[in-house]
């Protein structure tokens, strides 16, 4: 006699084998991207996903100073994707301290470091615990097009996961 209800199959920490995957960045949105890499970070694509075990797998951004906002083009002389949803987004944090509230621009950001911008978008996707910090740890963002992760033998991202190009 079978058993009616199917049995859920838990993994263990040892039986996680994990990938390692590059996506080119290149004209993406970043937040439709970032969710996608947020999922692969997680292990939520695997069957095998269990959310108190850390199943994702590893994620290499190239060309990450590439990727764009969405909202109507304008004219930057470094930047060919900047927009007008761009100039208006601000990153804010607070130091703890009184009248410690600090903010930065996107353009600005995007000056200084621009992985960063897509590490937010993916950070603020991720659990807000110290195994989401670990998984934060996974992602590998590089501005131009190579990275030191050759040994590895990275896969391209599944296509299924990519976001969509508009």
Same mark, same amino acid.
């Given at each position: ?58 994620? $290499?951004?190239?060309? =990450?100073? +590439?990727?764009?906002?969405?909202? %109507?083009? &304008?004219?930057?002389?470094?930047? #060919? ?35 960063? $911008?897509?590490?937010? =978008?993916? +950070?603020?996707?991720?659990?807000? %615990?110290? &195994?989401?910090?670990?998984?934060? #740890? ?29």
């Amino acid at each position: 006699m079978t058993d009616p209800m199917p049995k859920t199959t838990l993994i263990k920490p040892a039986e996680i084998n994990p990938e390692w995957y590059v996506v080119d960045a290149t004209g993406l949105t970043v937040g439709r991207l970032a969710t996608q890499i947020a999922t692969v970070l997680m292990g939520k694509h695997k069957p095998t996903y269990t959310p108190s075990v850390d199943t994702g797998d590893f994620v $290499i951004v190239v060309n =990450a100073e +590439q990727i764009r906002f969405s909202g %109507s083009k &304008m004219a930057h002389p470094k930047n #060919d994707n900047f927009s007008i949803k761009m100039s208006k987004k601000f990153y804010r944090w607070h130091t703890q301290w009184p009248g410690g509230l600090r903010e930065i621009s996107a353009i600005n950001l995007w000056e200084k470091n621009p992985e960063e $911008i897509l590490r937010k =978008a993916v +950070q603020r996707m991720m659990p807000k %615990s110290a &195994m989401g910090k670990r998984m934060l #740890d996974k992602l590998k963002l590089y501005a131009g097009t190579s990275h030191p992760h050759q040994a590895q033998q990275p896969q391209p991202f599944p296509p299924h996961l990519l976001p969509a190009q508009s």
